[in-house]
């Protein structure tokens, strides 16, 4: 305990808080007036793009994601940059081109990001290549987060291979992604341990405070020699969030773990949010149900965002009543599936396939085009094999790919480009095109018109300033 190994922090508050919390829906007007004082604080990085916050933006916020980031970057002089990115679905829900992934981190990096925190949903280590190399070209902090999950096949050898072979390929740091809250404390030292063991490179930990273990995991994480913690300001802290800020601040306070951050500092931060949390509270948006500690997730190991939308889902059918019987069904497709991870875009697709196995009142009766795809290998390979007698009575004979899946996708920006060429107002555009072009394109529009509306008000201005 002698030597001092100071803890970093990633503040998720621009991110990941408000994606768990209020359906990623604060805008950059409410960011921008405390960046500079975020940046600060003296973080290890600022999450504040990727992950949902680029669809939002452009759906239903109307803002250009693109935009937002330039203006954080301006405020934010010394502190990192990180985004998430979903690795060649880049921030959308399909494997694109490699030249679009390509193109996609180079104007990520040129617009302000500094750390590009990539994974893929089922630790296909080869749908992170092309985003890896792009990101070393540019310059770029590449790191590599594993999808945590549980399960015969997860085994402490299976992390701490992965893990060099990440290490390998030229990642510059290793992100444990826990985005059920399914780490435990002492799991925790456990993998923290083998890890450090295993490899040089630095170690970050990222969960949820879901099943209501997250602070007491990240404590013993830091205890094995974590280097990084993602956290989250108070205000929008815990329940499907991040662990407080300012709680793990003062609570390595004055141990060889102290991250020196200045705790006024954070409480005029904090001060800033909490009216804002007061405002989500009362119009519905931050819903008290999310704030507390949901056991279930350990019980079925679920994220907490799939939970809900199963529910949701149900509801739609009017089949609420059979909830558990659906969530008895998520571990039994999952296994179906090769046993793999629960997150973007896999979390919905075997959360949609219970559903349906359920409701149909037979397994596999009813089958989503997703489902085929992933018994077809077209997101990648499975930790274990698909089951084969599943897999037949959903595909058949039909072929099944083998190959890194984005082999098989042509480069497409030429086509996206001449696609969207009448909208085109930055070379950026073609990238929010290619991720959502339906939306994009309503974004496209939408802006035109405020342009027009501008500037017949100014002209309207300028006429008024002169006496008639
Ligand atoms: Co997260």
Redesign the pocket.
Known sequence: MSQTKPVRITETILR?AHQ?LIATRMSTERMLPIVEKLDQVGYHSLECWGGATFDASLRFLHEDPWDRLRKIKDKAKKTPLQMLFRGQNILGYRPYGDDVVEYFVQKSIANGIDIIRIFDCLNDLRNLETAVKASNKEKGHAQIALSYTLGDAYTMEYWTNIAKEIENMGADSICIKD?AGLLLPYKATELVTALKEAVKIPIQL?T?YTSGVASMTYMKAVEAGVDVIDCAMSPLALGTSQPATEVMVETFKGTPYDTGYDQNLLAEIADYFRPYRDECLESGLLNPKNMGVNIKTLLYQVPGGMLSNLTSQLKDLGAEDKYYEVLEEVPRVRKDFGECPLVTPSSQIVGSQAVMNVVAGERYKMVTKETKDVLSGKYGKTVKPFNPEVQKKCIGDAEVITCRPADLVPNELETLEAEMAQYKEQDEDVLSYALFPQVAVDFFKYREAQKTKMDASAADTKNGAYPV
């Open positions: 990941d768990s985005m990222h949820h």
